[in-house]
């Protein structure tokens, strides 16, 4: 796909997965490191890597409001994961999303004792452009375990709870940036709207997740 240019304050649906399509998400203590990164990563102040940085946050390290990216959505999926961020510094959605990758990579490398990449290349980026297409993005995103076993309730790694009215990652997601752009209910009218959406046939064309 044709990378498009990530301007100051724009929103983008972001996606990567394991190299070959592998697990990167083996068991809880991965999907929770990663949310942990998701949080760390995304400091300004922070300088160094990022197993140094949470041994910083557990001496009770102030969290700083100065972030790259504002993390309006998320979900993880078992070989692959969905972001919805928007940028607030000038690069902030590459620091990142480097960031990020070179962290877990470094962690589940350890963790699993194997070497080399873990995820298919650089992560894929899409600019939302209106309106219409950053809900169905959001909606899009919260739907993708919808074909695991059990229910998107009992789903534990996405930002769906938060939407739904939980407190859930409440601390992880800045999705207050939405309102500057659009109307979007929360709590249980959102739940009960999303188990209505199943046909994303409109927004085919401009979903990153299907080469």
């Not at 100051?8 to 190299?19: A, D, I, K, Q």
């Not at 083996?26 to 990022?50: G, H, M, S, W």
């Not at 990142?96 to 650089?122: H, I, W």
């Not at 800045?174 to 500057?180: A, G, M, R």
Request: glycine share 4%; aromatic share 12%; proline share 2%.
């Amino acid at each position: 796909m044709n990378r498009v240019s990530i301007e100051l304050e724009s929103f983008h649906h972001v996606y990567n997965r394991g190299t070959d399509r592998r697990i990167i998400f083996n068991d809880t203590e991965d999907y929770k490191r990663f949310v942990l990164y998701l949080d760390v990563v995304n400091d300004t102040e922070i300088q160094c890597p990022a197993h140094m940085a949470i041994a910083l946050r557990k001496e009770s390290r102030p969290i700083s409001t100065d972030k790259l990216v504002n993390l309006v959505a998320f979900c993880l999926m078992p070989n692959h994961f969905h972001l919805l961020i928007q940028e607030r510094v000038s690069g902030g959605i590459s620091k990142f999303m480097q960031r990020l990758g070179t962290a877990y990579t470094m962690y589940f490398n350890e963790k699993d004792e194997r070497s080399g990449a873990l995820f298919q290349g650089r992560f894929k980026s899409k600019l939302i452009d209106s309106e219409s297409y950053l809900l169905r993005v959001v909606d899009y995103i919260h739907l993708n375990p919808r074909d695991l076993p059990g229910s998107l309730r009992a789903y534990e790694w996405s930002s769906y709870h938060y939407y739904c009215g939980k407190n859930k990652f409440g601390y992880l997601l800045q999705v207050n940036t939405l309102d500057e752009f659009t109307r979007l209910e929360r709590g249980e009218k959102y739940h009960k709207w999303l188990k209505s959406q199943n046909n994303f046939d409109d927004i085919e064309h401009l979903l990153i997740d299907k080469a």
